[in-house]
């Protein structure tokens, strides 16, 4: 069984940056599309950014420009550099890997962006 763990959450101050990371147990992490997605309260998980096996990334408009999703296939690790930090970044931020009927989701870290 897959085990997604993130790390790297926190408090930061507005127009601040985090790095998060999401490291994956097993050995075939590469043939994997993974991403990040967030919840913010009251409202829907949506999708922040994704990687494919072949490492091309797509994002959500909002985070165009600010943040950056890559993967170390040696690590088994997912980033996600996020930068020019707003309030409204504030949520919870899940990792998942997945790939045809394979979907796996990671239990979260929360990101607070507040002064």
């Known amino acids: 069984q897959v085990q997604l763990v993130e790390s790297g959450g926190g408090l930061v101050q507005p127009g601040g940056s985090l790095r998060l990371s999401c490291a994956a147990s097993g050995s075939t992490f590469s043939i994997y599309a993974t991403g990040w997605y967030r919840q913010a309260p009251g409202k829907q998980r949506e999708l922040v950014a994704i990687?494919?096996?072949?490492?091309?990334?797509n994002y959500a408009d909002s985070v165009k420009g600010r943040f950056t999703i890559s993967r170390d296939n040696a690590k088994n690790t997912v980033y996600l550099e996020m930068h020019s930090l707003k309030p409204e970044d504030t949520a919870v931020y899940y990792c998942r890997m997945f790939r045809g009927a394979y979907d796996y989701w990671g239990q979260g870290t929360q990101v607070t962006v507040s002064s």
């Open positions: 990687i494919t096996s072949s490492s091309s990334t």
